[in-house]
């Protein structure tokens, strides 16, 4: 769906050919981040993550349930995103659309394949109770890359987490209490870094302009030089040149947001 | 990486599964195709051009990709539940993204080609087998592209890279256990489609690359061959 009118678009792709965007950055250039933690009351854990004029919300909430068959010592995961229609004029509502979709399933593999969380230590009893773990994602304005804007809440609000009390014997999840303890997380943070290209130029942190009239992106999960999730999408190929170099970009960007995360909690 | 690494089947390294190609293969479509790795079975069918609906869907400047993947209930051991679900419908986006750079929709206006993928059985890899039946139904029904697309799954199996992955090996657990990566490339090695779960280095991933290019060509070459053979019917 394009928005963003002709004569912008053709402006921008001219503007980049000389390494220029309408708001000043080089094209490697990310916006200012704010990263917010325990934003939420009700929430187990939460994040409100800015970049640029791009916001999300991310809240953790915590139940217990029966194990899925193929792992019963093993806690889950389930994450959802929501692009609210509060949050631009063009989000309709009804059934959750491909973005939304999209998504939440980007944000899941990254926190999923990174082994981010240690889904053992989430069994409370093998075989019949563990903690499965809900990642909510809400748009609250959306300029662009709500993508990586989701992937860092989602990290930030874990680590803010706490783990809801649970009474053994009643068999019960004690909403008014917490454990006070925190979820077990691995040491380094994987984040979701989404590169895009916009005619033979490669550029991060799209406005929704510049998202809009993007022709590929690459999305890659990466914590600490390990790459544990990708996706490309969009219509048009990358060359295994630019490939190269997207990673290349992955990793410096990660070191930047990393230094952000460790200094949000 | 070790080229004396056993593959669960026997396989070498480089070496795919039983590959077989068919063209023509649904008489209602307007082109069509089988494509399996072993016992991975992919159906596509393409309808279309057509006018767009709904009318709001509709783009004045070009023709639409419209892809839709969907596993038969009965293609894996648990029944699936019929119908659409959050891995079908992203599949199904991915399937469009990996062969939108090789057709050419230009001049089809307020018009949608349709590519209704199947698999009928399962046993890893069905993505890469559903674009690759998808590419050559599209080119059956005379759909205009600059070439075909292949596509392909690179394993890492603990540290050891092989290439189409079967469900065995997806399911690794020795080691670093199994990373899955599907790639999808037009000949010559452009990447439209590449995805990744599990554990690498970016070393590695070029490594990664340059095996799917080599997999891709062998596999072009084979969609290629099906497709002359309905050809010359």
């Known amino acids: 769906m394009m928005i963003t009118p002709k004569t912008n678009a053709e402006r921008i792709k001219r503007y980049l050919e000389e390494g220029k965007r309408f708001d000043g950055r080089k094209p490697e250039e990310y916006r200012e981040v704010i990263i917010e933690t325990g934003v939420s009351k009700n929430a187990e854990g939460s994040a409100r993550v800015r970049i640029g004029k791009t916001e999300v919300l991310v809240g953790i909430k915590m139940d217990v349930m029966e194990p899925y068959p193929d792992s019963p010592n093993k806690g889950n995961l389930m994450v959802t995103a929501e692009l609210l229609q509060l949050s631009s004029p063009r989000f309709e509502g009804g059934r959750p659309g491909f973005d939304s979709v999209e998504i939440g399933r980007v944000v899941d593999r990254g926190i999923r394949e990174s082994k981010f969380i240690d889904f053992e230590k989430l069994c409370i009893k093998e075989g019949e109770k563990v903690w499965n773990v809900f990642i909510d994602i809400y748009s609250i304005n959306d300029d662009g890359n709500l993508l990586d804007a989701a992937g860092i809440g989602a990290v930030a609000a874990l680590r803010n987490a706490k783990i809801p009390k649970y009474d053994e014997e009643k068999g019960k999840r004690l909403f008014e209490e917490s454990s006070e303890k925190s979820l077990p997380l691995a040491e380094t943070n994987p984040l979701t870094i989404t590169i895009y290209k916009i005619g033979d130029n490669i550029l991060l942190d799209p406005t929704r302009e510049e998202e809009d009239v993007s022709e590929a ?45 460790d200094k949000s909690d | 990486m070790s080229k004396d690494f056993k593959r669960p089947d026997g396989r070498k390294f480089d070496e795919t599964r039983e590959i077989k190609a068919k063209v ?97 059985q399962a046993d890893a890899s069905t993505r890469c087998a559903g674009i690759n039946a998808a590419a050559m139904a599209l080119a059956h029904a005379g759909i205009p592209m600059k070439n075909l697309a292949s596509s392909v799954s690179i394993g890492k199996l603990d540290k050891n890279l092989v290439v189409d992955l079967s469900k065995k090996e997806e399911d690794w657990e020795e080691g670093e256990g199994a990373t899955d990566i599907p790639i999808t490339m037009a000949p010559g090695g452009e990447i439209t489609h590449i995805q990744l779960d599990g554990k690498i280095d970016s070393k590695q991933l070029m490594d990664v690359v340059a095996l799917a290019k080599d997999a891709n060509e062998k596999i072009y070459e084979i969609q290629k061959k099906a497709l002359k053979e309905i050809g010359e019917k």
């Open chain 1, 217 to 261: 992106k690459l999305s890659i999960g990466i914590s600490d030089g390990i790459i544990s999730s990708m996706q490309k999408g969009m219509e048009k190929s990358v060359t295994i040149q630019e490939f190269e170099e997207m990673l290349k970009m992955a990793e410096d960007t990660w070191k930047n947001l990393n230094s952000k995360l």
């Open chain 2, 24 to 120: 023509g293969i649904v008489p209602n479509a307007d082109g069509s195709a089988m494509f399996s790795f072993g016992n991975t079975v992919a159906v596509a069918a393409v309808y279309g051009p057509k006018v767009m609906h709904p009318q709001h869907s509709q783009n004045a400047e070009k023709g639409t990709l419209r892809c839709q993947y969907n596993m038969i209930s009965f293609s894996v051991k648990d029944r699936i539940r019929p119908g659409p679900s959050r891995r079908s419908m992203e599949i199904s986006k991915i399937t469009e993204w990996a062969l939108e750079p090789v057709v050419m929709l230009k001049g089809f206006a307020n018009q949608v080609v349709d590519v209704h993928i199947n698999i009928l």
